[in-house]
């Protein structure tokens, strides 16, 4: 009985020591939340390409099929740059991707006191710079 009790506390002590970084601290959010929000200003690149494509492409009133191109109200100012922005996007989101693959998931699996779960938790801060761009460019 207390063979057990003993490897009981072990085991509470391995797994403390664990989750503590080597200065005897516990890791916090403050590494993963900066490194995600500073992934996020080269972000707001392929952000803006995506936001273009969504409120400027998408809705577009154009009718391939108009018998009278004068009566679609067409802007063909977007269908003309629809392709570039098109591949743009899928450039800079790869290299997105890319980055959040190294800095999230590759990172923390490299040390042994940190997991992904922290790391990928604190990636919805990626968008935070655009939208506050975002934000202060319709005011």
Known sequence: MCHVTRT?????????????????RHPGLLAPALANLAIGVPAIIPLYLTYWLLTDYLPSPCDAFAPD?????????????????????????????????????LGPRRRADARPGRWLAMATLIPAPFLVLLCLAKT
């Open 8 to 24: 009981a506390a072990e085991a509470a002590g391995e797994s403390e020591s664990e989750s503590r970084d080597e200065r005897g």
């Open 69 to 105: 191109p004068e009566l679609s109200n067409c802007d063909y100012h977007t269908l003309d740059h629809a392709p570039v922005m098109m591949f743009l996007l899928t450039v800079t989101g790869a290299i997105l991707l890319l980055a959040l693959l190294t800095v999230d998931i």
